[in-house]
C-alpha cells in the first residue's frame, strides 16, 4: 500500500495517524518531494473511477492562484494530468494506492472497507 501525503497538511496527519492505529503497512511517499509522475497519475485515474477534477486540491492555494476553477474545464484530459504532474500541492492528498484501488482525501468509512478488503496482505503481525 502505497500513501501519498503532505506532511504538513492536518488531514494527512490524521490519516497516517489512523493507518498506524489500525497497525496498517505502508510504504510513504512526501508528495512534494516525489511528485507523482504523469504516468503513474494517468494510472491511478484510470483504477480511481473518479472524474479527473477530483484528483486537483481544490482548496490549495497553488490552485486558487493558478485560477484553474475557472480553466479546467477548457483543458483536456492529458493536460490536466500534465499539469498534475508538475507540482504534489496541486494533487489532492492523501492518496492511498494499493492493488486496484486509489482513495482520495481521508473519509474513514471508504479507508475501512479498503482495508477490509484488503486485510490479509496489509496487517503486519497477524
Same mark, same amino acid.
Given at each position: 500500500m502505497l500513501f501519498i501525503?503532505?506532511?504538513?497538511?492536518?488531514?494527512?496527519? $490524521?490519516? &497516517? $495517524?489512523w493507518l498506524d +492505529? *489500525?497497525?496498517?503497512?505502508y510504504t510513504e511517499r512526501h508528495i512534494v518531494e516525489?511528485?507523482?509522475? *504523469?504516468?503513474?497519475? %494517468?494510472?491511478?485515474? %484510470? &483504477? #480511481?473511477g473518479l472524474p479527473l477534477k477530483k484528483f486537483f486540491n481544490t482548496s490549495g492555494l497553488l490552485y486558487k492562484e493558478m485560477k484553474l476553477?475557472? %480553466?479546467?474545464? #477548457?483543458?483536456s484530459e492529458e493536460e490536466q494530468l500534465k499539469l498534475l504532474s508538475t507540482n504534489?500541492?496541486?494533487?489532492?492528498r492523501p492518496l492511498i494506492v494499493a492493488n486496484?484501488?486509489?482513495?482520495? +482525501?481521508?473519509?474513514?468509512a471508504e479507508w475501512e472497507k479498503l482495508i477490509e478488503t484488503n486485510d490479509d496482505m496489509q496487517r503486519t503481525g497477524e
Open positions: 501525503y503532505y506532511p504538513k497538511c492536518s488531514t494527512c496527519q $490524521k490519516a &497516517k $495517524k +492505529g *489500525h497497525n496498517i503497512e516525489d511528485n507523482p509522475s *504523469h504516468d503513474e497519475l %494517468k494510472e491511478w485515474y %484510470k &483504477k #480511481s476553477k475557472e %480553466k479546467l474545464s #477548457s483543458m504534489g500541492m496541486l494533487v489532492k486496484d484501488q486509489v482513495l482520495l +482525501g481521508f473519509r474513514e
